[in-house]
Nanobody
Framework: QVQLVESGGGLVQPGGSLRVSCAAS????????MGWYRQAPGKQRELVAQ???????NYADSVKGRFTISRDNAKNTAYLQMNSLKPEDTAVYYC?????????WGQGTQVTVSS
């Protein structure tokens, strides 16, 4: 079993920055993919960014150039640095870890972009 704990969400003004973290613990394999998804009210959950254990990354078009995903394999922790935040980035951000055919989710952290 794997547990994911997110932290770092909050309220930020448009144009501001925020970093969220996801700490994984439990039965973690060397090869996995960690990612961030988000879900705004009334919308479906969508992929924001993901990173493999080898460091390959993938981003949603809406966040390219503004968000950066990274990870520290020694700490089993993934980060999402969010810059130039927009009101439309407001959502609950969920951490995901996928290894083999199993996917694990964190409890989510609220990110609100508002003046």
């Amino acid at each position: 079993q794997v547990q994911l704990v997110e932290s770092g969400g909050g309220l930020v003004q448009p144009g501001g920055s925020l970093r969220v973290s996801c700490a994984a613990s439990g039965s973690i394999r060397n090869i996995n993919v960690m990612g961030w998804y988000r879900q705004a009210p009334g919308k479906q959950r969508e992929l924001v960014a993901q990173i493999t254990s080898g460091g390959s990354t993938n981003y949603a078009d809406s966040v390219k150039g503004r968000f950066t995903i990274s990870r520290d394999n020694a700490k089993n922790t993934a980060y999402l640095q969010m810059n130039s935040l927009k009101p439309e980035d407001t959502a609950v951000y969920y951490c995901n870890l996928r290894q083999s055919v199993v996917s694990y989710w964190g409890q989510g952290t609220q990110v609100t972009v508002s003046s």
